[in-house]
């Protein structure tokens, strides 16, 4: 058994958002939701984490952190889009800094769809994500030079470079 | 204490700190969700985490780090096999001290800004418990005429009686030990602060897996001097020692949950402060009536 799906520590990240889903975000760490029930831990830290949650859409002066810390976290990770800016730019797609949605930068594992995104609705995403941590760990488990990989610090200095 | 008791309290240490370390973590989180009126993570939760841990990818900024970080398990093991092998109170309390400056050469070999400040928080939380520290195993040597643990654990007196202050000021040097707000300035467990994760910003995975499985140690083993205090040779004071433990520990989940994070200036005046006044006038009072 995979103990990954019983203490996925999540990381938040603010993009181009009008912050409305991620109030809906920080919702779901309340007394009325209490995500930590299932071990969920909303982390500040990339390399403790095993789940990104992102909202908002990917702008040209943001694109650099959300791809540093998507690959400083050690595998397995998941990368859940909260809300539709994160889904495809929403309402911000037309602006002149735009790119689009997350994951026109990094793979997402799951949508969650609404403008803002309802705490439940978040909470589900949050459960399906888990559900695509462990089959990554069962393949991690099959393949394991996924873990000979080069180190997550290197990444980080090429991607500075390229800035 | 002899040889048998010795071997059996090292391998009692070895094999049940992490299991009751951690049970007393998952507890912790769980009476602090239902202080914030939320229902809590299961008790077994640490347990979770901590083989998550041990499966997620490993990755290091330099290799050395992990060097690091098993030097920090490995000492606080031994401090701890020191202690409930009935062994000598100031080695114990140096051995501890040399454990954590190797957690605290850890953090400053990542280069990170937020793991050096941690770091950095981490040495200046040392200069405020360590007098403290000091004088608790000067006040048990003033009672029982010796620095063992083992005297003080078989002594004809309760130390207490005669270490009020002393206890006093153990106690609120054990919130900046546990790691409890308002005196978790290098690091927390509680995410989201200020210095994000601070000393553990760069672990990860396996090498985090170990700085937990110590704190379980090193909790284990603070308790155990609160222990001391209490128990004597009386047949029944290691129950009471026990209880007494278990209120200590409420009181610090309690402080935590009342408190934010202070400067680093009042956690280091503060306690110099309490260890003048309660641990120094109790040991001159004892002084000059013993
Ligand atoms: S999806 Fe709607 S609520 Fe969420 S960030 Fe975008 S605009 Fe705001």
């Known amino acids: 058994m995979s103990y990954v799906t019983k203490s996925p520590w999540i990381i938040h990240y ?33 390399k403790h984490a095993d789940i990104f949650l992102v909202t908002g859409s990917v702008n040209e002066q943001n694109v650099n952190v959300v791809k540093q810390i998507y690959e400083q976290m050690p595998e397995p990770k998941a990368v859940v889009a909260v809300g539709i800016c994160a889904a495809s730019g929403g309402i911000f797609k037309e602006c002149y800094n735009v790119m689009g949605g997350i994951d026109t930068v990094i793979p997402v594992d799951v949508y969650v769809p609404g403008c803002a995104a309802r705490p439940e609705a978040i909470i589900d995403g949050v459960v399906k994500g ?34 | 204490m002899n040889l048998t008791t010795s071997i059996i309290g090292i391998t009692a240490y070895l094999i049940l700190a992490p299991v009751a370390g951690g049970l007393l973590a998952g507890i912790d989180r769980k ?13 077994l939760q640490p347990f979770y985490d901590f083989f998550k841990l041990l499966e997620k990818e490993p990755i290091t900024v330099n290799k050395v780090q992990d060097f690091y970080v098993m030097c920090f ?44 400040v941690g770091a950095e928080r981490e040495l200046l939380q040392m200069m405020a418990y360590e007098p403290m ?37 153990f106690v609120f040097i054990l919130t900046i030990k546990l790691r409890k707000s308002p005196f978790d300035l290098s690091m927390s467990h509680h995410a ?9 910003t760069e672990f990860s995975g396996k090498t985090m897996a170990f700085i937990e499985i110590a704190h379980w140690y090193e909790n284990i083993f603070l308790l155990g001097i609160v222990y001391m205090f209490i128990a004597y040779s009386a047949v029944w004071s290691p129950v009471i020692a026990v209880i007494v433990c278990f209120a200590i520990y409420f009181l610090e989940i309690l402080i935590d949950n009342n408190y934010a994070r202070m400067k680093w200036q009042i956690a ?23």
């Open chain 2, 133 to 169: 520290a000091l004088l608790t195993a000067v006040g048990f040597y003033l009672v029982n005429g010796s620095f063992n643990v083992a005297d003080a654990v078989t002594s004809q007196v309760m130390a207490i009686q005669y270490l009020p202050g002393i206890f006093l000021g």
């Open chain 1, 130 to 163: 888990i559900g695509v941590l462990a089959e990554k760990r069962a393949a991690m488990d099959k393949k394991p030079a996924i873990m000979d990989k080069k180190p997550a610090a290197t990444v980080q200095t090429e991607d500075n470079e390229e800035a």
């Open chain 1, 14 to 46: 603010d993009g181009s958002s009008c912050n409305g889903c991620d109030i809906e975000v920080l919702a779901c760490l309340t007394p009325i939701y209490d995500l930590e029930r299932f071990g969920i831990i909303n982390t500040g830290n990339p």
């Open chain 2, 31 to 43: 009476i602090s969700a239902r202080m914030q009126g939320r229902f809590g993570p299961p008790i």
């Open chain 2, 73 to 116: 398990l490995l000492f606080i093991i031994i401090t701890g096999c020191f202690f409930f092998a009935g062994g000598d109170l100031l080695l114990v309390i140096f051995t501890l001290t040399l454990a954590s400056v190797f957690l605290v050469v850890a953090a400053f070999s990542s280069n990170s800004p937020y793991a050096q």
């Open chain 2, 268 to 290: 280091l005046n503060s306690s110099w402060v309490v260890a003048l006044t309660f641990g120094f006038v109790n040991l001159l009072i004892l002084y000059f009536i013993g």
């Open chain 2, 192 to 200: 989201h602060q200020e210095l994000v994760k601070g000393l553990t």
